[in-house]
């Protein structure tokens, strides 16, 4: 009976780890790799060349690598690559400085108020994410109340400082409008984790730190910090991995000098109907993103083991 019982036990074990592999397998990786097949093929009008051919007795395989070597030669794809990943950073860390005190209060506020808070949160996603976006537009353009609202404060001197705009009250298709845009929309995804990490987080080890003599500044960077690093982290790869690749928000409330991946990808896709190209930037693009993430799994992993 107990071999049984510890068989099935396994067979459940392997179910509940084969299920999210297999979500991976079917809904990325073949993906993905279509994606791949895609870069390396020479396209004809409306149809790729097979990668394998059989002619005369001899199996052939042809890689088309032309799309890759071209985009380490156009400034364009490196151009825009880095304005993704540099917009992609600075909404995250713009999220991470609102979000964390939000998250902080709400984790705190007593159970009767906690879901009053979460529902203000998770509010936005009752609205269609394009008319959001559209609504920015009409709040951002010349007569917008938020635009009258920074002219009267003059918040325009100090985004011209910074270059975030090109003169007083052009805030639509900018810098900032973009940052702005996409700050609004990804905020909830860094809240949720926050709170979910800081809402669990044992209030006995503030005490225990307050009986040592830290102060609560003190209590807070060395406790409450550190042992939110996993919301912190979930939080900042919810917003940064989409941001990349963006393309409603820089199409809508960007301009020129805001040009995005995403863009580029569609242009290629829909304008120049290239698709190895397209298929080619976007695969770079996942690498972009891929590699970085997973060496620093690898050295959280790393960290962890040498911490047991």
């Not at 019982?5 to 592999?21: A, E």
């Not at 993906?31 to 051919?53: A, G, H, R």
């Not at 992609?88 to 979000?99: Q, R, V």
């Not at 000098?257 to 298929?279: H, K, Y």
Request: charged letters at 15%; one cysteine or more.
């Amino acid at each position: 009976m107990a071999t049984a019982s510890q068989g099935k036990l396994k067979w459940t074990d392997r179910t509940l780890i084969g299920v999210p592999y297999l979500w991976l397998l079917v809904f990325f990786l073949l993906p993905f790799l279509i994606v791949v097949k895609i870069s390396v093929s020479e396209m004809e009008v409306v149809t790729f060349k097979d990668l394998l051919t059989w002619q005369d007795g001899v199996l052939q395989l042809k890689l088309k690598l032309s799309n890759y070597l071209f985009i380490t030669q156009d400034d364009l794809y490196f151009k825009t690559y880095l304005a993704s990943l540099k917009y992609a950073a600075i909404t995250t860390a713009l999220c991470l400085f609102i979000g964390y005190p939000f998250a902080y209060f709400m984790a705190r506020a007593s159970s009767t108020v906690q879901p009053g808070l979460l529902l203000m949160v998770m509010l936005p996603f009752w609205t269609s994410f394009l008319l959001r976006v559209y609504a920015w537009k009409g709040l951002l353009t010349e007569g917008g109340w938020i635009a009258r609202l920074l002219d009267a404060l003059h918040v325009d001197q100090l985004l011209m400082a910074g270059g975030l705009i090109p003169g007083p009250g052009a805030y639509l298709n900018t810098p900032f409008s973009l940052v702005l845009g996409m700050v609004y929309t990804y905020l909830p995804f860094m809240i949720l984790p926050l709170y979910a990490n800081l809402s669990k987080m044992d209030m006995r080890l503030l005490e225990a730190a307050s009986d040592l003599g830290a102060t609560p500044w003190v209590a807070f960077w060395k406790v409450t910090v550190p042992l939110s690093k996993a919301g912190i982290v979930a939080g900042s790869m919810l917003v940064f991995i989409p941001c990349v690749g963006e393309f409603v928000i820089p199409e809508l409330l960007g301009g020129p000098q805001t040009l995005m991946i995403g863009r580029v990808l569609w242009d290629e896709f829909f304008a120049n109907n290239d698709w190895p190209m397209a298929s080619s930037v976007a695969v770079v693009m996942i690498l972009l993103i891929i590699v970085p993430l997973a060496w620093f799994n690898k050295a959280q992993a790393e960290a962890q083991e040498g911490q047991r």
